[in-house]
C-alpha cells in the first residue's frame, strides 16, 4: 500500500534518486490531470498528460508535416512504421537573380537591392546622392554649396568673432578683445572681472535705486568711497565717506574737505526752567565751542535773550535775571563746522 500525500511534496532542489514513474499497462481514462506522467509497460512509452490526451515523451517520430516551398520539392517515404520526408531544390527555368553581374555604388550613388521571401537577390541598382547642401542665415540669401566640389567656409567677423578648424572641429568665439559695433543687449547677469570698466556715453540709465561701492570690502572697512567729477582743465571736485572720520565730506578744490553737517549730530533743543534756578546748564554734546544759542518763549514763541556762555565743548551755561517758570524757555543749539 502506498502513501497518500494530500498536499505538495517541495524537495527544495534536492534530487530524487532512484525513483521509479507509475507503471501502467493502458493509459488512464478517467481522473487526468495536466503533467501526470506514467510508463506505459504495453507500450513500453514515458508518457504525460498535457490537459487534453497523452503524449509520448519519447521515441520515433511517427509524423511530420513539411510542405516545400517555393524552389523547393517534396517526397516522403515510409519504411517499418518510419516516416522519412526529403527536400530537394526544385529544377525550375527561372534564374535565382534577375541582375546583373558588377559593382554597385560610388561616391556619388547609393546601391540598392531587392531580396524575395526565398532570400534571393532578384534586383539591384544605385540612387543617386544629392550633392547640394543649402546655407540658409538669419539675413540675406540662401547659398548652396556642392559637396566635393565647394570649400563651405566659416568665417568670422573682424575684432568680433573668431573662427577655427582642428581635428575635423569648427570652433566659433569671441576674440580675445571683442568690439561690439551695434547694440549689446544682455539678458542676464553682467559680471565684470577686470579692474577697470570705462564708459564712453554721455547717458547712463540705472534702474536700481542704491549704487554700492566698496562692494568687495568684507572685513574692518579701511577705505573711503564716493564720487568724483571729471572738470578737464580745471580741479576735480568730489564727494567722499570718510572712513577715518565716519563722515561724510566734500570738496571745492580737490584737497580741502569740508564736513557735509547731519542735522541730528550738529543741532540740539532742550526746554529748561524750574521757576527757582537762574543759572542753568544746557549739556548739548556736540563736542564743540562753535555754537550758536537761540531762546524762544514756549508760551509766546517769541525770542528770548539772556547771559549765554560757552563753559566747555558740550555744555552751554544760561542765566536769567529772574529765574523762568517750568519749561518755559526752549534752548536751541546749532554747531557751526
Same mark, same amino acid.
Given at each position: 500500500m502506498a502513501l497518500s500525500y494530500l498536499t505538495d511534496i517541495d524537495l527544495n532542489k534536492n534530487e530524487l534518486q532512484n525513483a521509479v514513474v507509475q507503471k501502467?499497462?493502458?493509459d488512464p481514462s478517467s481522473g487526468q490531470t495536466a503533467g501526470w506522467i506514467i510508463y506505459n509497460t504495453s507500450d513500453n512509452q514515458l508518457k504525460v498528460y498535457d490537459g487534453s490526451a497523452w503524449t509520448n515523451v519519447g521515441g520515433d517520430i511517427t509524423a511530420v508535416n513539411i510542405t516545400a516551398g517555393t524552389g523547393l520539392t517534396g517526397t516522403v517515404s515510409t519504411s517499418s512504421g518510419v516516416h522519412t520526408q526529403t527536400l530537394t531544390l526544385?529544377?525550375?527555368?527561372?534564374?535565382?537573380?534577375a541582375t546583373n553581374s558588377g559593382s554597385y555604388g560610388s561616391a556619388t550613388a547609393i546601391p540598392t537591392f531587392t531580396v524575395d521571401r526565398q532570400g534571393r537577390l532578384t534586383a539591384a541598382?544605385?540612387?543617386a546622392i544629392s550633392t547640394d547642401l543649402t546655407i540658409s542665415a538669419d539675413s540675406g540669401s540662401n547659398d548652396v554649396v556642392s559637396v566635393g566640389t565647394d570649400t563651405l567656409t566659416f568665417a568670422g567677423t573682424t575684432n568680433e568673432i573668431d573662427t577655427a578648424v582642428t581635428n575635423n572641429q569648427i570652433q566659433i568665439g569671441l576674440v580675445a578683445n571683442p568690439t561690439i559695433s551695434g547694440n549689446l543687449i544682455v539678458s542676464g547677469n553682467l559680471t565684470v572681472s577686470g579692474t577697470t570698466t570705462t564708459v564712453n556715453t554721455e547717458t547712463i540709465n540705472l534702474a536700481d535705486n542704491i549704487?554700492?561701492? &566698496?562692494?568687495?570690502?568684507t572685513g574692518t572697512p579701511s577705505e573711503n568711497a564716493g564720487i568724483e567729477v571729471e572738470r578737464g582743465t580745471a580741479t576735480n571736485v568730489a564727494l567722499r565717506w570718510?572712513?577715518?572720520?565716519?563722515?561724510?565730506?566734500?570738496?571745492? =578744490?580737490?584737497? &580741502?574737505y569740508k564736513t557735509i553737517q547731519n542735522i541730528q549730530e550738529s543741532t540740539y533743543s532742550e526746554a529748561i526752567g524750574d521757576g527757582s534756578a537762574t543759572?542753568? &546748564? @544746557? =549739556?548739548? =554734546?556736540? &563736542?564743540s565751542l562753535d555754537v550758536i544759542v537761540q531762546l524762544y518763549d514756549t508760551s509766546s514763541g517769541d525770542t528770548v535773550y539772556a547771559d549765554v556762555v560757552r563753559a566747555s565743548v558740550n555744555r552751554v551755561t544760561v542765566t536769567f535775571s529772574s529765574a523762568p517758570s517750568t519749561g518755559d524757555i526752549k534752548v536751541l @543749539?546749532?554747531?557751526?563746522g
Amino acid at each position: 500500500m502506498a502513501l497518500s500525500y494530500l498536499t505538495d511534496i517541495d524537495l527544495n532542489k534536492n534530487e530524487l534518486q532512484n525513483a521509479v514513474v507509475q507503471k501502467l499497462a493502458t493509459d488512464p481514462s478517467s481522473g487526468q490531470t495536466a503533467g501526470w506522467i506514467i510508463y506505459n509497460t504495453s507500450d513500453n512509452q514515458l508518457k504525460v498528460y498535457d490537459g487534453s490526451a497523452w503524449t509520448n515523451v519519447g521515441g520515433d517520430i511517427t509524423a511530420v508535416n513539411i510542405t516545400a516551398g517555393t524552389g523547393l520539392t517534396g517526397t516522403v517515404s515510409t519504411s517499418s512504421g518510419v516516416h522519412t520526408q526529403t527536400l530537394t531544390l526544385a529544377d525550375t527555368s527561372t534564374d535565382l537573380t534577375a541582375t546583373n553581374s558588377g559593382s554597385y555604388g560610388s561616391a556619388t550613388a547609393i546601391p540598392t537591392f531587392t531580396v524575395d521571401r526565398q532570400g534571393r537577390l532578384t534586383a539591384a541598382g544605385t540612387v543617386a546622392i544629392s550633392t547640394d547642401l543649402t546655407i540658409s542665415a538669419d539675413s540675406g540669401s540662401n547659398d548652396v554649396v556642392s559637396v566635393g566640389t565647394d570649400t563651405l567656409t566659416f568665417a568670422g567677423t573682424t575684432n568680433e568673432i573668431d573662427t577655427a578648424v582642428t581635428n575635423n572641429q569648427i570652433q566659433i568665439g569671441l576674440v580675445a578683445n571683442p568690439t561690439i559695433s551695434g547694440n549689446l543687449i544682455v539678458s542676464g547677469n553682467l559680471t565684470v572681472s577686470g579692474t577697470t570698466t570705462t564708459v564712453n556715453t554721455e547717458t547712463i540709465n540705472l534702474a536700481d535705486n542704491i549704487i554700492t561701492l &566698496n562692494s568687495n570690502e568684507t572685513g574692518t572697512p579701511s577705505e573711503n568711497a564716493g564720487i568724483e567729477v571729471e572738470r578737464g582743465t580745471a580741479t576735480n571736485v568730489a564727494l567722499r565717506w570718510n572712513e577715518g572720520s565716519d563722515i561724510w565730506e566734500l570738496t571745492k =578744490d580737490g584737497t &580741502n574737505y569740508k564736513t557735509i553737517q547731519n542735522i541730528q549730530e550738529s543741532t540740539y533743543s532742550e526746554a529748561i526752567g524750574d521757576g527757582s534756578a537762574t543759572a542753568i &546748564n @544746557v =549739556d548739548h =554734546d556736540l &563736542n564743540s565751542l562753535d555754537v550758536i544759542v537761540q531762546l524762544y518763549d514756549t508760551s509766546s514763541g517769541d525770542t528770548v535773550y539772556a547771559d549765554v556762555v560757552r563753559a566747555s565743548v558740550n555744555r552751554v551755561t544760561v542765566t536769567f535775571s529772574s529765574a523762568p517758570s517750568t519749561g518755559d524757555i526752549k534752548v536751541l @543749539v546749532s554747531k557751526i563746522g
